[in-house]
T-cell receptor
Framework: DAGVIQSPRHEVTEMGQEVTLRCKPI?????LFWYRQTMMRGLELLIYFNNNVPIDDSGMPEDRFSAKMPNASFSTLKIQPSEPRDSAVYFCASSLGGSSYEQYFGPGTRLTVT | TQLLEQSPQFLSIQEGENLTVYCNSS?????LQWYRQEPGEGPVLLVTVVTGGEVKKLKRLTFQFGDARKDSSLHITAAQPGDTGLYLC??????????FGAGTQVVVTP
């Protein structure tokens, strides 16, 4: 398996622009997670899905952030409008579910908002 | 919010030395996971501990979960340059929802 795939790997955008980050989880995994990592706050869970349904979005910082999972093989995290404080590395992870605790992380998208 | 505190924040040692990283919380977790992250990559799971007092070994790495399931430690014996990385502990609140510590950056020099 190719593992969790994220695109783009790097994104540079100007303040106010819309940003869309994409994730393809490992085939067969029922759970998908979006995280944000910064030096100041470390790795934070933003939202997670089970069988394409959002379960907990309490980590989403504000209404500018939204996430969707239209099918089992694709998810997006959108920021509109983007702000410089959104600059971070965004990770997607997936998990099999059931008795498996392991989360498999993608390589991340490094977002820079100028 | 249940905080997970890791110590030390940074550790630099010579190849062959031993090291211990600590992860502490005032709250109980149903399980605790340890990850290692290398630059430009996502975290990779090393181990999951579930039972209070549990000890797991992964080659030169030894993981221990405290009896009260509030704290954990990672001990590396005879560290090698390949052990260099950011070590993260993560406590499980409810199934699948993890809270990560700030991490310990370990640097092992030849």
């Amino acid at each position: 398996d190719a593992g969790v795939i994220q695109s783009p790997r790097h994104e540079v955008t100007e303040m106010g622009q819309e940003v869309t980050l994409r994730c393809k989880p490992i085939s067969g995994h029922d759970y998908l997670f979006w995280y944000r990592q910064t030096m100041m706050r470390g790795l934070e869970l933003l939202i997670y899905f089970n069988n394409n349904v959002p379960i907990d979005d309490s980590g989403m910082p504000e209404d500018r952030f939204s996430a969707k999972m239209p099918n089992a093989s694709f998810s997006t995290l959108k920021i509109q409008p983007s702000e410089p404080r959104d600059s971070a590395v965004y990770f997607c992870a997936s998990s099999l579910g059931g008795s498996s605790y392991e989360q498999y992380f993608g390589p991340g998208t490094r977002l820079t908002v100028t | 919010t249940q905080l997970l505190e890791q110590s030390p924040q940074f550790l630099s040692i010579q190849e062959g030395e031993n090291l211990t990283v600590y992860c502490n919380s005032s709250s109980v977790f149903s399980s605790l996971q340890w990850y290692r992250q290398e630059p430009g990559e996502g975290p990779v799971l090393l181990v999951t501990v579930v039972t209070g007092g549990e000890v797991k070994k992964l080659k030169r790495l030894t993981f221990q979960f405290g009896d009260a399931r509030k704290d954990s430690s990672l001990h590396i014996t005879a560290a090698q340059p390949g052990d260099t990385g950011l070590y993260l502990c993560a406590g499980e609140h409810s199934w699948g929802k993890l809270q990560f510590g700030a991490g310990t950056q370990v640097v092992v020099t030849p």
